[in-house]
């Protein structure tokens, strides 16, 4: 039976699942050199709740894409971002695009995002006050989905990803203050910078390195500045900028931010995930399904003690807040009125990251 017949979603399917993208993925930098061989482990209950609860969230998911092939960020409408997300978010539970289930709704939306690319490289749909959002987004969508999808579409999202690359550079290159400099900000030509966006772009730059765009070190060494400038002597969280408060959600995107720039297990980091022992990630944080995601990534990348402690308490958090319709919902803020969408792609892709089916996921 070929692997793309399978519909199940136990243990066995999952593993087979990972065989495969590996083998995508892995021949697409031409990294693929020798067989591997894969024991697996039983399933605790904890990880039984943690797959159920996200084949229920694509069940969701796949029944909220748009004909055109997107999907919607209720306060938004169509979004590059979002149809981004949700293309990671099944690319995360092991599924391919063109093959399997969601296979054909794969491809639909990622021929949707590369259609929407602007003449600048800009990878959004409509602009707002921050489309570097999307185009970050969206940029380390395609360089995740490259060694998956079908040559014609690859070289189509290849094509889409060099522009898209070759604008976030040019965006870092603007003059900015010795407070801002390295970063990114809302606008390609914005002068100052933030880390949460900061860490939309690097994540999407460390992916397209991985199949083989160039970014040339020198701009990952002043974004490196930049993140370590975010990290507060004082309690050794990371913040929105320079100088401002610290938060759980901004910690965990300066850990993950340092992490995949080759920074692993820095004195800042480690630090950082000192203060997340802390100062855990709650329900009430204003971001709190963007933190899940960065809190996640960036402490299972860290390992250890860390990552034992977030993904337990994580796991339950999410565990309990999902809807009887497979889908997660903020109680307030801009994540309530961003939608379901939104909020479910965060979930999953938090909840996934053992998987470690997407690329980036790689330690």
Known sequence: MEISEWKGDGLIVRLARCVKLCLCWLTSIGALNAATTIEAAPLS???KQVDAAIVRALGFLSETQTPSGSWIADAYGESTATTSLAVMSFLAAGHVPGEGAYGAQLEKGIRWVVEHQQPNGMLVHKKSHGPLYSHGISTLMLAEVIGMVDPPLAKECRDALQKAVDLILKAQSVAKSDRHAGGWRYQPTSRDSDL????????ALRAAKNVGCDVPAEHIDRAIEYVKKCHSPGDHGFAYQPGSGTTPTRTGTGILALEVCGQHRADEALSAADYLLDHPLEVSESYFFYGAYYCSVGMFKVGGKYWDAMRDHLNLLLLEKQNDDGSWLAAHGSEESSGKVYCT????????VEYQFLPIYQR
């Open 345 to 352: 792609t965060m979930a999953v892709l938090a909840l996934a």
């Open 196 to 203: 949460s966006m900061t860490g939309w772009q690097l994540l």
């Open 45 to 47: 209950a904890e990880q």
